[in-house]
T-cell receptor, first 118, second 115 residues
Framework: GAGVSQSPSNKVTEKGKDVELRCDPI?????LYWYRQSLGQGLEFLIY????????KSGLPSDRFSAERTGGSVSTLTIQRTQQEDSAVYLC????????????????FGPGTRLLVL | AQTVTQSQPEMSVQEAETVTLSCTYD???????LFWYKQPPSRQMILVIR??????QNATENRFSVNFQKAAKSFSLKISDSQLGDAAMYFC????????????FGKGITLSVRP
């Protein structure tokens, strides 16, 4: 079946503008994760969704970052008033969710969105 | 807090040879998973192999195998018969068992394959 998809693939924006990044998980996956990959910080966790709820938002770096998930499927990560330090690749991953077991807990990644803030 | 350490930033291997990528981790948990992901220049993170901590047997996937040493908290990846397509960045990752848990990644290692 189809994998995780993300859009846009690349986004260039000006400092101070808002951006929205979209993630469409693998069909049937109830868990969805956002990560950020930057040269200086490596791969960092941002937020986790189980269904439409976000039990773990601990990785969001500031209140300019928010995310939502609707219908237990598509998720949108919004960055308000973008700053140059927000430039990074934003990766989305999904997994089957709450059932335990290696297969269910394995996360599969999308191709990422490369964000450049000028 | 869990940490994952990949101390080698770069490695190189001759095509058809074998290479081992090292990873160590630190956790106080007893039930967890370890993963190796591959990230080629396309930036798509691709799952290479998974190891369940409760399993003593080392995981294998075709040319890829791991050496999992739980007591030493070591998790190395062996790539046999290296191919040009294996050139990529490789990330070691840890996940506490249970759905509400994130992946914690090492800094990655860049593997180049010489023809």
């Amino acid at each position: 079946g189809a994998g995780v998809s993300q859009s846009p693939s690349n986004k260039v924006t000006e400092k101070g503008k808002d951006v929205e990044l979209r993630c469409d998980p693998i069909s049937g996956h109830t868990a969805l994760y956002w990560y950020r990959q930057s040269l200086g910080q490596g791969l960092e966790f941002l937020i986790y969704f189980q269904g439409n709820s976000a039990p773990d938002k601990s990785g969001l770096p500031s209140d300019r970052f928010s995310a939502e998930r609707t219908g237990g499927s598509v998720s949108t990560l919004t960055i308000q008033r973008t700053q140059q330090e927000d430039s990074a690749v934003y990766l989305c991953a999904s997994s089957w969710g709450p059932s335990s077991g290696g297969f269910q807990e394995t996360q599969y990644f999308g191709p990422g969105t490369r964000l450049l803030v000028l | 807090a869990q940490t994952v350490t990949q101390s080698q930033p770069e490695m190189s291997v001759q095509e058809a040879e074998t290479v081992t990528l090292s990873c160590t981790y630190d956790t106080s948990e007893s039930d967890y998973y370890l993963f190796w992901y591959k990230q080629p220049p396309s930036r798509q993170m691709i799952l290479v192999i998974r190891q369940e901590a409760y399993k003593q047997q080392n995981a294998t996937e075709n040319r890829f195998s791991v050496n999992f040493q739980k007591a030493a908290k070591s998790f190395s990846l062996k790539i046999s018969d290296s191919q040009l397509g294996d050139a990529a960045m490789y990330f070691c990752a840890y996940k506490r068992a249970g759905a509400n848990s994130k992946l914690t990644f090492g800094k990655g290692i860049t593997l180049s394959v010489r023809p």
